[in-house]
């Protein structure tokens, strides 16, 4: 589910209580939840530090889009990630209906 045109916290959170997938809002909202954030995370210690995704070397090798193309068709760099498919899977359904 995509959330669009948050001008709040109160937008966030509400998203946050659907399970929204996704968000989108300016900075200033972003800045703002984040400064409480930090606030709770102060005062709560079990908070557990977020492992970064490190692209693999060879997608650095990769200069062009045919090598791009080629790449993925040969299966030797995969750009999926079932969380992603499903969520695109879910978006398409649900704006099917709305295209047919």
Request: net charge negative; no cysteine.
């Amino acid at each position: 589910m995509l959330e669009a045109s948050i001008r709040s916290i109160a937008h966030i959170q509400e998203g946050l209580t659907y399970q929204t997938e996704l968000m989108t809002a300016p900075a200033k909202v972003y800045k703002e939840w984040f400064s409480d954030i930090k606030k709770e995370a102060s005062e709560t210690p079990s908070l557990q530090p977020i492992q970064y995704w490190e692209p693999p070397k060879e997608l650095y090798e990769i200069t062009t889009i045919d090598q791009l193309m080629d790449t993925l068709d040969s299966e030797e760099l995969s750009i999926t990630h079932p969380l992603t498919d499903k969520g695109i899977q879910r978006f398409a359904q649900d704006w099917k209906p709305l295209l047919v």
